[in-house]
C-alpha cells in the first residue's frame, strides 16, 4: 500500500522559512514524480513544485520560484520542500503528491495535507 506522510507544517512570521517532509512508503517503482500542491479554502488548488526522479530538476510556480527549494534524501526516501521568505499569501493547506514519471498532471497518490500559516 502506498503512503506519502507529511510533516513539518506550523505558524511562522512572514519572512521566516519552514520545511515540509514528505516520505514515500510502500512505492516499489525507481522513477516517479513528487509535486508539491497547496489550497486555499474556496481556491483552486495549486500546483507550486514538481520534480522528477528522471530528470532531477523541479520546476517551480512564478509564485514560489526562487523562495521554495524542492530536495530529497534519496536513502530515507524522503521529499522535502523548503520554504524561504514565507508571506501571508503563502498560508494554505501544502500537500505533496506522486504522480507518474511524465509529470505531475494527475497524482495517483496524495499526503494527507499539513497547515501553513504565516502571520504579517
Known amino acids: 500500500q502506498v503512503q506519502l506522510v507529511e510533516s513539518g507544517g506550523g505558524l511562522v512570521q512572514s519572512g521566516g522559512s519552514l520545511r515540509l517532509s514528505c516520505e514515500v512508503l510502500?512505492?516499489?517503482?525507481?522513477?516517479?514524480?513528487i509535486g508539491w500542491f497547496r489550497q486555499v479554502p474556496g481556491k483552486e488548488r495549486e500546483e507550486i513544485s514538481c520534480?522528477?526522479?528522471?530528470?532531477?530538476?523541479?520546476k517551480y510556480s512564478d509564485s514560489v520560484k526562487g523562495r521554495f527549494t524542492t530536495s530529497m534524501d534519496a536513502a530515507k526516501n524522503r521529499w522535502f520542500l523548503q520554504m524561504d521568505d514565507l508571506k501571508p499569501e503563502d498560508t494554505a493547506v501544502y500537500y505533496c503528491?506522486?504522480?507518474?514519471?511524465?509529470?505531475?498532471?494527475?497524482?495517483?497518490?496524495w499526503g494527507q495535507g499539513t497547515q501553513v500559516t504565516v502571520s504579517s
Open positions: 503528491a506522486l504522480a507518474l514519471p511524465s509529470g505531475c498532471y494527475y497524482p495517483n497518490y
Open positions: 510502500g512505492f516499489t517503482y525507481d522513477h516517479y514524480s
Open positions: 520534480v522528477t526522479t528522471v530528470y532531477g530538476s523541479a
